[in-house]
């Protein structure tokens, strides 16, 4: 099938299996108290996880995609900070981090149902989350696994780098030379 841009179609029945997916990923997210819904059910514009199928034949990447629509007087606002020439503003950056850490926890949260979800490397949809299917499908050698991102800081103890760390008599004293170029003056010594 091709659409009006002549582009190719998957058919139907790859669709009903590409829909049955994106109903679990709404539904994995629902159980997580996310609002969440799939794209061609309710208005986009609702804030919450938005669940995308994708219905292009030939893909190069997932055939389900979820991303966070923040509330829309954020979007609106950064829209606008955008539009005013002002790409670097807070409204801008809000959005954007917003944006990326529910991007983190909508793929944490799909990894421990069972949903196999990644970040998006692209430039164009940077804040979607690829979905590729049910972890129960693969081999078991093949099954992502959820890791943290930093290991944790192992605690030795108060005192445990004594003897090891040398810190100079004139750690806190300031070279003279170096007061003057910022204008500050070196203190009167005491009579």
Excluded at 3 to 30: M, N, P, T
Excluded at 47 to 66: E, F, I, K, N, T
């Amino acid at each position: 099938m091709k659409d009006e841009y002549g582009f190719d179609h998957a058919s139907d029945e790859v669709i009903a299996v590409r829909a049955e997916l994106a109903d679990e990923v709404v539904q994995a997210l629902q159980l997580a108290g996310l609002p969440a819904f799939r794209s061609d059910h309710v208005s986009a514009s609702r804030p919450g996880a938005v669940v995308h199928v994708h219905r292009d034949a030939d893909l190069a990447s997932a055939a389900v995609s979820a991303s966070w629509h923040g509330d829309d007087r954020l979007v609106e606002a950064a829209m606008a900070a955008v539009a005013a020439g002002d790409p670097h503003s807070p409204d801008v950056r809000r959005l954007g981090s917003v944006t990326l850490h529910m991007q983190d926890a909508l793929i944490r949260i799909l990894l421990s149902a069972g949903i196999i979800a990644t970040l998006n490397n692209d430039c164009i949809d940077p804040g979607d989350v690829l979905v590729f299917g049910r972890q129960s499908e693969l081999p078991p050698g093949l099954r992502p696994t959820l890791v943290p991102l930093s290991a944790p800081v192992k605690r030795t103890g108060r005192g445990s780098l004594r003897g090891r760390i040398h810190i100079a008599d004139d750690f806190d004293g300031r070279p003279e030379d170096a007061a003057g170029p910022f204008g500050i003056t070196p203190p009167l010594s005491p009579p």
